[in-house]
């Protein structure tokens, strides 16, 4: 029997819009923070109302449906991702006030649940990517579309030309520094040296002032001591094979991003990014060696 065809046709910008939307709305929420804290924490409150900045992310998510509802073009359904991540960043950064009771912006899980709701749309977009191989039939809809329309970087629209100059920025400075003769072998050893110190103080083997873990949640401890425990069994695998011990690195990355970090953030909030920002080194680190050895 012949597999009935969809009539559903994907298309094929999606990851790139996805990845848009959620690193603007990372930033969104980044940077209103750090306006807010900056400023005091201001509210626009004209007489008894209070215009909570939720209700400007909801004003944006709704200006990027009415943009993807009114035009096919790629570059305006590119825009309107950037406009939904903005949105969607405003909105989400005031959790705290609609799970608690007495409506608390301060309330000290919100940054780890908002956390676990990125890692979350993360898991659910890649699953997306890596399950999207296109029909021939989208394929030809999606190339006839351009071809009228144009891609979605055929735009004049200044946000997102400063976007992608930035992004193409940061890319190349990155792309650069990772290929610096020594720099992922020097990573990686720091690496298994701040991953295996964190493991002798969870046993009380070395107790370095620089590294205190006393204040740390106990699923915290748990996250850093299976990496911890990861990371040793790479070391004993690298006289064995160089490409198996580093696999056992990424392990202990994923580890730490998936679980570690999500009690940090409980516990520390925003501080909590420096750590994260070293994880997503060592792990870029650790992908760029993979991918050389796969070629």
Known sequence: MRKRQSPLVRDTDTGSLLELLMVIAVVTI?????????AGYPQISPGDLHIAHMLWG????FIALVMVFRFWNPSVRRLAAFFGGMGFGLFIDELGKFITENN?????????????IFILMYLFFRGFAEKSQL????????????????DMHDTSSKLLKWYDAIKEQFEDCFDRTIAIRGFVPVLMIVFVFLNLTQLGIIFGIVNPGWLPLNDASGMSIV???ISG????VGVFMIHRSVYHAFLW????????????????????QLTAMWGLAVDLLFYAGIENFLSKRNK
Do not use: C, W
């Open 135 to 150: 029909t021939a039939r989208e394929l030809q809809v999606n190339r006839n579309l351009r071809r009228d329309l144009g």
């Open 30 to 38: 980044l940077v209103n923070r750090a306006l807010l804290a900056a």
């Open 249 to 268: 690195f990424k392990r202990a990355v994923l580890i730490s991003i998936f679980i570690t970090q999500i009690f940090l953030f409980y516990h520390s």
């Open 104 to 116: 608390d912006y301060f309330y000290k899980p919100t940054i780890a649940v908002i956390y676990v």
């Open 229 to 232: 425990i990861l990371v040793l």
């Open 58 to 61: 909801g004003f944006l998510m």
């Open 223 to 225: 996250g850093i001591f």
